[in-house]
C-alpha cells in the first residue's frame, strides 16, 4: 500500500515543483498574446476556461491508455511503478509542455509544421505522412474497439455500430471546438477520473482494513514478471507497452488542438504538464488495482495469458467487484465512452495537420468536409482489419513520435540558448528504447527477433550516435551564431 501511496505523491510534488522548472526554464509570458485570442476563428481557435481546457486535454491524451497500457504492463511486475513515476515526471509531462508551450508561440502549429522549424524539412515531411498515418490508427484502433463491445451488449451488428460511431465523428470533427468537445468532452473526463479515485479509495480501504494486499516495489519485485519473459523482455517492452501514464507521442499531435484553446501562457503548466500527471496518476492506479486484484504479478499473468482475457474484461470485473452497480456504470463509461472520445479528436487533429501542411483555410463546413470524407473512408477501410493487427503497431509507433518531438524541444533550447540535456538526455534514452524494441521483439509485432543482448547494445550504440550527433550539431549552429555576432559587432 505505501508504494502505491508514495508513488502518487512524488507524482503530485513532481506537479509541483519540477513542473514549476520546467515552466519557468521554458519562459512562460503572460504579456505574449496566445493563438486563441490573437487568431480566433471561433471554429478551432476559441479561447476557453482552463478547467475546461484540462479536462479535454486529459481526455485526449488518455481514453483507455493509462489503463489498458498500465494493466498490460502490471504484468511486468512492479517495476512499472518505476517507468510510470519517473517516466511521467521527467519525460511524458515534460515532452507534453513544450509540444503544447511550442505550438503556442508558434500559432497553434501542428507538431510536424513546429519539427521541420528545429530539425529541418527532412524530418518535417516524414512527420507529417508518419502523424497523419498515426491518427488514423488511433482514430480506427478506437472505433473497433468500441464498435465490437456496443456489439456484444447489444446483440446488433458489428458494421452497424462502426456507422454510428463514424457518423459522430465526422459530426465532431466537424463542427466547432466549443460545440461538442468542449461541453460533454469535461463530463466524460470528470467521469474518467472520478472512475480512478473510486477504485484508488476501494483499495486503500481493503489495504487499510487488511482485505487486500497491494503490491509493493522491494529488492525482489525488481525482475521480470511477465508470463512470457523471453518474447516479453523488461528492457525494452514495457517501455513500450507503457506509453499513456509515461511517456507517449500521440500527446503531442492533441496539444495543438488545445494550445489554439488556452487564454494564457501561464495556463500551460496545468493544461499540459498537469492533465500529463494525472493521466499517470490514473495509470498507477490501474497498474496497482490489477495486480492487487489478481492477488500479484503471477495472477494478473494466469488472467490474462492462460485464460485468455483482455484488459477490458479486467477493467470490468474489478469495477463490478469493487464498486457494484455504479461500478458497472463507470466501466461502460470507460471502455466504450472514452475511447470513442479519443478517436474523434485523433480524426480532428488528422485533419488539422493536413490543413496546416496545405495552408488550407478551415473556417466553412465543406473546406473541412473536403479533408474530412477522404480521411474517413481511409479510417472505415481500415477499420474492418483485425483489431489487434491495428494495435500492436501503436506503441512502437506511438514513442518513435515521442523520440522526434523530445529531440525537436532540445533543438529549441539550443537555438535560444539553454540547456538542453532536460530533453535530450530523454530524447536519447527513448532512442535506445525504440532501436532495441526494434531488434529485438518478435516478428508478429514489428521487431527483428534479434538476440536480446546483441539487441541492446546496438540499441545502446544508436541512442549514444543520436546524442553525439546532436551534439555536434548544436555546436555548429552555436559557432554561425557567435560568427553573426562577431560580423555585427565588427560593424558597430
Not at 474518467?192 to 522491494?218: V, Y
Not at 488542438?257 to 498507477?284: L, P, Q
Request: aromatic fraction near 14%; glycine fraction near 10%; include cysteine.
Amino acid at each position: 500500500m505505501w508504494t502505491f501511496v508514495g508513488a502518487i505523491v512524488v507524482l503530485v510534488l513532481g506537479f509541483i515543483f519540477y513542473g514549476r522548472f520546467i515552466e519557468r526554464f521554458f519562459g512562460a509570458d503572460d504579456s505574449r498574446p496566445t493563438p486563441a485570442i490573437k487568431q480566433a476563428d471561433g471554429v478551432d481557435f476559441a479561447p476557453m476556461a482552463t478547467w475546461k481546457v484540462f479536462t479535454i486535454q486529459f481526455l485526449n491524451i488518455a481514453g483507455l491508455g493509462p489503463i489498458f497500457g498500465a494493466i498490460l504492463g502490471a504484468m511486468y511486475g512492479p517495476m512499472a511503478y518505476v517507468w510510470i513515476v519517473l517516466g511521467c515526471i521527467f519525460m511524458g509531462a515534460t515532452h507534453d509542455y513544450f509540444s503544447g508551450m511550442l505550438s503556442i508561440r508558434h500559432g497553434g502549429a501542428s507538431i510536424p509544421e513546429i519539427v521541420g522549424k528545429y530539425l529541418g524539412p527532412g524530418f518535417q515531411n516524414f512527420l507529417r505522412v508518419f502523424t497523419l498515418l498515426l491518427l488514423i490508427f488511433v482514430g480506427v484502433a478506437f472505433v473497433s474497439g468500441p464498435a465490437g463491445l456496443l456489439a456484444n451488449l447489444t446483440g446488433g451488428g458489428l458494421r452497424i455500430w462502426l456507422y454510428v460511431i463514424f457518423a459522430y465523428y465526422l459530426i465532431a470533427t466537424l463542427l466547432p471546438i466549443n460545440k461538442i468537445i468542449g461541453k460533454i468532452y469535461p463530463l466524460f473526463g470528470a467521469a474518467l477520473i472520478i472512475m480512478a479515485l473510486a477504485i484508488a479509495g476501494a483499495m486503500l480501504w481493503g489495504g487499510l482494513s487488511g482485505t487486500l494486499l497491494m503490491p509493493e516495489l522491494s529488492a525482489a519485485s525488481f525482475a521480470n514478471w511477465h508470463h512470457h519473459p523471453t518474447e516479453n523482455i523488461l528492457f525494452p517492452m514495457m517501455f513500450i507497452v507503457i506509453s499513456c501514464g509515461a511517456l507517449s507521442g500521440f500527446h503531442s499531435t492533441q496539444a495543438p488542438m488545445m494550445a489554439r484553446t488556452i487564454k494564457k501562457e501561464s495556463y500551460g503548466r496545468y493544461v499540459f504538464y498537469g492533465a500529463m500527471v494525472a493521466e499517470g496518476i490514473v495509470a498507477i492506479i490501474w497498474a496497482t488495482a490489477a495486480m492487487t486484484f489478481f492477488g500479484g504479478a503471477e495472477g494478473l499473468n494466469t488472467t490474462m495469458q492462460m485464460d485468455g482475457h483482455n484488459p477490458a474484461w479486467v477493467v470490468n470485473e474489478i469495477s463490478v467487484a469493487w464498486l457494484g452497480s455504479v461500478g458497472a456504470i463507470f466501466a461502460i463509461i470507460g471502455v466504450i465512452a472514452c475511447p470513442i472520445t479519443t478517436g474523434d479528436t485523433a480524426f480532428r487533429s488528422a485533419r488539422l495537420t493536413i490543413a496546416d501542411v496545405f495552408k488550407y483555410d478551415q473556417s466553412t463546413i465543406k473546406k473541412r468536409l473536403i479533408i474530412s470524407l477522404p480521411l474517413f473512408a481511409v479510417g472505415f477501410i481500415l477499420s474492418q482489419l483485425e483489431f489487434t493487427t491495428i494495435w500492436k503497431y501503436l506503441g512502437l509507433s506511438n514513442q518513435i513520435l515521442a523520440v522526434v518531438v523530445l529531440w525537436t524541444g532540445a533543438m529549441y533550447l539550443a537555438k535560444v540558448n539553454k540547456a538542453h540535456w532536460y530533453l535530450s538526455l530523454p530524447a536519447a534514452f527513448m532512442t535506445v528504447v525504440c532501436i532495441t524494441y526494434l531488434m529485438v521483439a518478435p516478428l508478429k509485432n514489428g521487431g527483428l527477433a534479434m538476440e536480446a543482448q546483441l539487441g541492446t547494445v546496438i540499441g545502446l550504440l544508436s541512442g549514444l550516435m543520436a546524442l553525439g550527433l546532436f551534439i555536434f550539431r548544436t555546436r555548429r549552429i552555436a559557432m554561425k551564431a557567435q560568427a553573426v555576432f562577431v560580423k555585427v559587432d565588427d560593424i558597430k
